[in-house]
């Protein structure tokens, strides 16, 4: 019989097999939507109150079953930095200015945080790596997604193994940028129409086509969903170009199972 586990609101599942589990915490719903954290915000270097921060965290946490140095959050940059996550406890200096993990740890939560940028989860579960990346435009031109694959290759991945899912983020629809912008993505990601004063740029479509190329295969590339459009569903998820860039953030996770 098929079983539903249900999540608080603010908690998504977007996979989970007998190796590893995707989600992302969003805003949530109910409360008060007049604070740019509210409802539900683990985000610690956006402006948010530290114990809003710390009680989200508690929560997340709690309905995970983690061990509390179990949920690593680095601090962002949009650099192309990646970072190993081997042994616990994990030193703070360590995650600062990084934008992607990757692991073979089972049982530690390793995510991104992100309003409007891409969330990107990749797991080879044969080989139990795992890792996430935050993709903005920066980032992604810069690399972080192929620094990411390059990281789970040495810890033992295969690229034709892998599988990806995105969290929330903007839809091309949504993601106006400047002729500059524009300028450095491959035509096929920018869009034009009559009625767009400036380009669009398909973000979660670039980042892909980074994995395709890095020899993902692209039945294993989960569609990104205009569902997890950030700017198109701001009562859901955190957006900085609706909320500004003192808001909260989205976190995109996955974590992989212990083996039996
Ligand atoms: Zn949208």
Redesign the pocket.
């Known amino acids: 019989m098929a079983s539903s586990v249900s999540h608080p609101s603010w908690l998504t599942c977007l996979a989970s097999t007998s190796g590893y589990q995707v989600m992302f915490t969003s805003r949530g719903g109910g409360g008060n939507q007049k604070s740019p954290y509210a409802d539900f915000n683990i985000c610690h270097y956006t402006g948010d109150a530290p114990e809003h921060v710390a009680a989200s965290r508690r929560m997340l946490i709690k309905e995970l079953g983690l061990d509390t140095g179990s949920l690593i959050v680095p601090r962002q940059t949009h650099s192309a930095n990646v970072q190993v996550i081997d042994s616990l406890p994990v030193d703070p200096a360590a995650i600062e200015g990084v934008d992607a993990l990757v692991t073979r740890m089972p049982e530690v939560a390793i995510g991104v945080s992100t309003a409007d940028c891409v969330p990107v989860v990749i797991v080879d579960e044969q080989a139990g790596v795992a890792g996430v990346a935050h993709a903005g435009w920066r980032g992604a031109l810069g690399g972080v997604v192929d620094n990411t694959v390059g990281a789970m290759l040495e810890l033992g991945a295969d690229a034709s193994r892998m599988d990806v899912f995105f969290g929330p983020a903007?839809?091309?629809?949504?993601?106006e940028v400047g002729e500059e912008v524009a300028a450095r993505f491959p035509e096929e990601y920018v869009v034009r129409r009559a009625e767009w004063p400036r380009p669009h740029v398909d973000l979660p479509g670039y980042v892909a086509g980074r994995l395709l190329s890095a020899g993902v295969p692209s039945e294993r590339i989960r569609n990104f969903s205009?569902d997890l459009?950030?700017?198109?569903?701001p009562d859901r998820y955190f957006s900085a170009r609706i909320a500004g860039v003192e808001s909260g953030r989205n976190f995109t996770f996955v974590m992989l199972k212990r083996r039996i």
């Open positions: 903007i839809c091309c629809d949504c993601f205009p459009c950030t700017r198109c569903h």
